[in-house]
T-cell receptor, first 114, second 113 residues
Framework: NAGVTQTPKFQVLKTGQSMTLQCAQD?????MYWYRQDPGMGLRLIYY???????DKGEVPNGYNVSRLNKREFSLRLESAAPSQTSVYFC?????????????FGDGTRLSIL | DQQVKQNSPSLSVQEGRISILNCDYT??????FLWYKKYPAEGPTFLIS?????DKNEDGRFTVFLNKSAKHLSLHIVPSQPGDSAVYFC????????????FGTGTRLTVIP
């Protein structure tokens, strides 16, 4: 019973490199989300996908792109990594985009950019 | 600008006693509130939620109280157990229906055996 799976768990990049963070859920959820968590701050929404085929910006979208590959998978891409993007990235999913649907989170990807 | 605030970074409580975690918010459009629990190196896990039409919701040892006029909510854990030691995040979403969560900065709860 995997829930939400994120790969990789850890990654170190150099400034300017590109990278794609992968996320897959096996709960047949319609909505998926990407957050970042920085020290001393709460999680902040980067992008979300309310349903397959749609994506929208969240609170901090600059420097990121996303792809909802199918119902199960939602990837986050850094085209040209910057040190300010050093963070822990969490993917989440929910049954749908209604506010009363709890989001289920993966265990995160720790990304360091030198 | 932080719309959801948890002003206590940490809290220590004796096992068996009550733990009270507090959360304040500034956005009057928030109408659904959730608490998440997070262990190190894991993702947040949903704990309990409350709609703005209620002032209390209870689930076993966990109770959430909402005071809309004060824009304040709290999570009560009774009795506290060592396994409750974790970081607790308060989160809120607006009425717009996009289920975009705004998180507080978290409170680290330590339950002392």
């Amino acid at each position: 019973n995997a829930g939400v799976t994120q790969t990789p768990k850890f990654q170190v990049l150099k400034t300017g490199q590109s990278m794609t963070l992968q996320c897959a859920q096996d709960m047949n959820h319609n909505s998926m989300y990407w957050y970042r968590q920085d020290p001393g701050m709460g999680l902040r929404l980067i992008y979300y996908s309310a349903s397959e085929g749609t994506t929208d910006k969240g609170e901090v979208p600059n420097g990121y792109n996303v792809s909802r590959l199918n119902k199960r998978e939602f990837s986050l891409r850094l085209e040209s990594a910057a040190p300010s993007q050093t963070s822990v990235y969490f993917c989440a999913s929910s049954r749908d985009s209604q506010a009363n649907q709890p989001q289920h989170f993966g265990d995160g990807t720790r990304l360091s950019i030198l | 600008d932080q719309q959801v605030k948890q002003n206590s970074p940490s809290l220590s409580v004796q096992e068996g006693r009550i733990s009270i975690l507090n959360c304040d918010y500034t956005n009057s459009m928030f109408d659904y509130f959730l608490w998440y629990k997070k262990y190190p190196a894991e993702g947040p896990t949903f704990l309990i939620s409350i709609s703005s039409i209620k002032d209390k919701n209870e689930d076993g040892r966990f109770t959430v109280f909402l005071n809309k006029s004060a824009k304040h909510l709290s999570l009560h854990i009774v009795p506290s157990q060592p396994g409750d030691s974790a970081v607790y995040f308060c989160a809120a979403s607006e009425k717009t229906g996009a289920n975009n969560l705004f998180f507080g900065t978290g409170t680290r709860l330590t339950v002392i055996p």
